[in-house]
């Protein structure tokens, strides 16, 4: 991810923040899947290693934040570097909220298999959308240890492809909630399972949106695709 600077010490601390990083994206990837696992199967031993790695997940942020800390008060960074930190310590945030997601999602597995929902509600059809969630976290952290703003680019119009897919997926609880009264309550536990799904998309964005700050200087939340490939290009 790091460029060479003239201190070597400045260069090793960067380099072990950033594979911090990945290993925290790595952890909150294994949550994401495990927690897919559980729905699909209704498997309360996965839903519980899902939450049980909550607290890992919580000290990772806590110490990389920390070491951030540290390496901007002794360092002093230039105004690129400085750019590269912030933006480090705001992907760190975005990775510890996916891993609340999925956190999320295990807790309402648990909730539907002790109130013994119907298993007759489309809760498989929620891996389309995981798959691509997860996927484009994996994208976002790849893009962002190259810092490639054409990767990045990409993973921004990815996204609307989950939003479309969650959208459709409202449109069948709707229905199964209109057909049968009995649906109800378990087709909210699944509207708030896909919404959480979502939401893992959104911070995959948002981590492709740091890449863009970090290698061209610009702030590119709330703006157009059409304005972003500009500012790419």
């Known amino acids: 991810m790091t460029e060479k600077h003239l201190s070597s010490q400045f260069d090793s601390e960067l380099s072990a923040v ?6 925290l994206g790595g952890l909150v990837e294994s949550q994401i899947r495990q927690a897919i696992y559980a729905l699909s199967q209704f498997s309360v031993d996965v839903a519980n290693q899902v939450t049980a790695a909550e607290a890992r997940v ?3 942020e806590v110490e990389i934040d920390r070491d951030l800390s540290s390496i901007i008060a002794r360092r002093q960074p230039t105004a690129r570097d400085l750019r590269l930190l912030i933006a480090i310590s705001k992907t760190t945030a975005n990775l510890e909220r996916v891993g609340d997601e999925a956190e999320k999602i295990a807790r309402m597995v648990l909730s539907i298999i002790q109130s013994g929902a119907p298993r007759s509600l489309p809760s498989l059809e929620l891996r389309v ?19 490639d703003t ?3 680019l990409a993973i921004l119009k990815e996204d609307d492809l989950i939003d479309q897919e969650f959208d ?9 909630m209109m057909e049968d009264p009995r649906m109800i309550s378990p087709s909210l536990d699944l509207l708030f399972l896909a919404k959480a799904i979502e939401r893992i998309g959104d911070h995959a964005k948002n981590i492709a949106e740091l890449i863009i700050y970090i290698v061209k200087g610009a702030d590119v939340r709330h703006t157009s695709i059409d304005q972003i490939e500009s500012v790419v290009k």
């Not at 950033?18 to 290993?23: D, L």
């Not at 459709?168 to 199964?176: A, C, D, E, Q, W």
């Open 58 to 60: 919580n000290a990772m």
């Open 168 to 176: 459709g997926f409202v449109r069948k609880l709707i229905t199964y």
């Open 129 to 147: 959308a995981s798959d691509m969630a997860s996927g484009l976290l994996r994208k976002a952290l790849d893009a962002f240890a190259r810092l």
């Open 18 to 23: 950033s594979t911090r990083v990945m290993e």
């Open 150 to 152: 054409t990767a990045a």
